[in-house]
């Protein structure tokens, strides 16, 4: 007998009726409601539906709202770019009668996630578990049925897949300049290949994503596990009107070619919020983009899934105890240094302590905790902004970098007067911190007082499951792991001397 699981994230019953909520919430007023209701009764629709149909609430207030009602998380389908593959797994026509739209498959869990005007419909749920099949879950959120009725008409109707959106360009001709018009853009296939590579990226865990022009075509590189790795090459041609795409998406200025920009981006992929940090450079091919993978799930992480050794852990946690002083993260850009501080300050996240972060930008927006963006416009820098900051009443204060003399002077003079100081230094080993400081023009003396501890890192390379091998070392590689026996040795999986040589966390207390 095939079953199949549907995991919702709760199943509590409402608490309270729709309406009533939206009272308590201020959203409606009695008599608004009582409107409503009496439609209600002479059409036979949702209340939802005849709220929004009669101008009173919005349907972003009705997801939100019933979500929040039903006990499940809602989905903003505005900004939601759905899943190929889940898309493919249910019908257009069952999605439309049950008012769903798939959003996404992960293949690893074998859960198929439902945006759901009603996530409480039985029927729909089992109707999609029958076409699916045995061994599949099934996840829903919350999405208003207007916006889903919407979504079905824009997915369905046009191809999201990379592969599918290259034979559509290769047919046909691209009007480049329609790129960055706003209405109707899922008709545009440049637009949807932006879209689809950005999904792919999420789906495959990269972090950073690099859009390359060489002279007669266009690289398209991940950084996957630290190392970066061409996923495919496209016809030059199709640049220019990805460069407009990836502009309007950022808030960039599309007029401008020959300056760096930076913006951002923020999507709804894979039924998560994933935000990219957006960077253009002119090259002598082209403008060159550059985009930060920052998913939020991934980017703040409870100390203890750091997976740090135990004594790591002890240290690292008798540092964070100290009432005041600075505490430094070093490492090579991509180490996991905004990981590490963020898990620290969600470590000491309570309602007792006030968190103030300066970052340029914010990455991972977090509850509870003040969090400032640099802003060159208002003169507002690292230095100008812990001034600031330190009239605010900190407790623990988060500076993103330490670059200059002058940020490097006013974090230890927070730490000296009783704040406690998170920060970055672009340093290759926690010994190297001090040298670098003292370059910078901080003084032994001071350095000696104030700084608790420094923390140097490197990621550790994943090795694939299915691929690995045996690998027996060489008499370098012997030394540099301390093995000593001369017996044959195998270590678990392919490397080399340079990877070997990266994999070193050390962490060193200065006193």
């Known amino acids: 007998m095939s079953t199949t699981t549907v995991r919702t994230l709760k199943t509590t019953t409402p608490s309270l009726p729709l309406g009533e909520r939206l009272i308590k919430a201020g959203l409606i007023s009695e008599d608004q409601l009582q409107v409503a209701l009496k439609e209600q009764s002479r059409n036979d629709e949702p209340l939802g539906r005849i709220l929004v149909n009669l101008g009173l609430i919005s349907e972003g207030v009705l997801r939100d709202t019933l979500g929040e009602s039903l006990g499940h998380d809602a989905i903003d389908l505005a900004t939601a770019i759905p899943d190929p593959d889940a898309l493919k797994m249910v019908p257009k026509n069952i999605a439309r009668r049950y008012s769903m739209l798939p959003i996404n498959f992960d293949k690893n869990?074998?859960?198929?996630?439902?945006?759901?005007?009603?996530?409480?419909?039985?029927?729909?749920?089992?109707?999609?578990?029958?076409?699916?099949?045995?061994?599949?879950?099934?996840?829903?959120?919350?999405?208003?049925?207007?916006?889903?009725?919407?979504?079905?008409?824009?997915?369905?109707?046009y191809e999201l897949s990379i592969q599918g959106i290259l034979r559509e360009i290769d047919t046909g001709e691209i009007d480049n300049l329609n790129v960055a018009v706003e209405n109707e853009e899922y008709s545009h296939p440049l637009i949807r290949l932006v879209d689809a590579i950005l999904a792919d990226a999420v789906k495959r865990d990269a972090s950073d994503i690099h859009l390359e022009p060489e002279a007669g075509f266009l690289r398209v590189r991940y950084r996957i596990d630290g190392v970066l790795r061409q996923v495919m090459a496209l016809h030059r041609s199709?640049?220019?009107?990805?460069?407009?795409?990836?502009?309007?998406?950022?808030?960039?200025?599309?007029?401008?070619?020959?300056?760096?920009?930076?913006?951002?981006?923020?999507?709804?992929?894979?039924?998560?919020?994933?935000?990219?940090?957006?960077?253009?450079?002119?090259?002598?091919?082209?403008?060159?983009?550059?985009?930060?993978?920052?998913d939020r799930r991934k980017g703040i992480l409870?100390?203890?899934?750091?997976?740090?050794?135990?004594?790591?852990?002890?240290?690292?946690?008798?540092?964070m105890a100290r009432p005041e002083g600075i505490i430094l993260v070093t490492g090579p850009t991509g180490s996991g240094k905004t990981t590490t501080l963020y898990s620290m300050l969600n470590y000491r996240n309570d309602e007792s302590v006030n968190i103030m972060t300066l970052e340029d930008p914010v990455e991972y927006p977090m509850s509870m905790i003040r969090q400032t963006s640099l802003n060159e416009?208002?003169?507002?820098?690292?230095?100008?902004?812990?001034?600031?900051?330190?009239?605010?009443d900190p407790d623990i204060i988060l500076v993103g970098e330490i670059r200059d003399e002058e940020t490097a002077e006013m974090a230890l003079r927070a730490a000296m007067t009783g704040h406690q100081v998170f920060s970055t230094l672009h340093t290759n080993s926690a010994l190297g911190a001090i040298p670098r400081l003292i370059d910078i023009g901080v003084k032994p003396q001071i350095m000696a007082g104030n700084i608790i501890g420094i923390v140097a890192q490197r990621l550790v390379r994943r090795l694939c499951r299915h691929c690995k091998q045996a690998y027996a070392p060489d008499e370098a590689e012997r030394?540099?792991?301390?093995?000593?026996?001369?017996?044959?040795?195998?270590?678990?999986?392919?490397?080399?001397?340079?990877?070997?040589?990266?994999?070193?966390?050390?962490?060193?207390?200065?006193?």
Not at 486 to 494: D, N, Q, R, Y
């Open 377 to 392: 416009a208002a003169k507002l820098d690292f230095a100008n902004g812990i001034r600031s900051m330190m009239r605010q």
């Open 479 to 511: 030394t540099l792991l301390g093995i000593t026996s001369t017996k044959p040795v195998l270590l678990a999986g392919t490397t080399s001397l340079s990877e070997i040589s990266r994999v070193v966390d050390l962490t060193a207390r200065v006193t």
């Open 238 to 294: 199709y640049w220019p009107g990805m460069v407009v795409r990836l502009k309007v998406m950022a808030k960039m200025n599309i007029a401008e070619t020959r300056a760096p920009q930076d913006g951002r981006i923020s999507l709804t992929l894979a039924g998560r919020s994933i935000d990219f940090r957006v960077a253009s450079q002119q090259t002598t091919h082209g403008e060159n983009f550059v985009l930060r993978v920052l």
């Open 109 to 157: 869990e074998k859960v198929l996630t439902l945006a759901m005007a009603d996530t409480f419909n039985i029927v729909a749920i089992d109707q999609v578990a029958a076409t699916l099949g045995s061994g599949i879950g099934i996840s829903t959120l919350v999405a208003g049925e207007a916006e889903i009725e919407a979504a079905i008409e824009q997915f369905y109707q």
């Open 302 to 319: 409870p100390l203890e899934k750091l997976n740090l050794v135990h004594a790591t852990m002890t240290t690292l946690q008798v540092m």
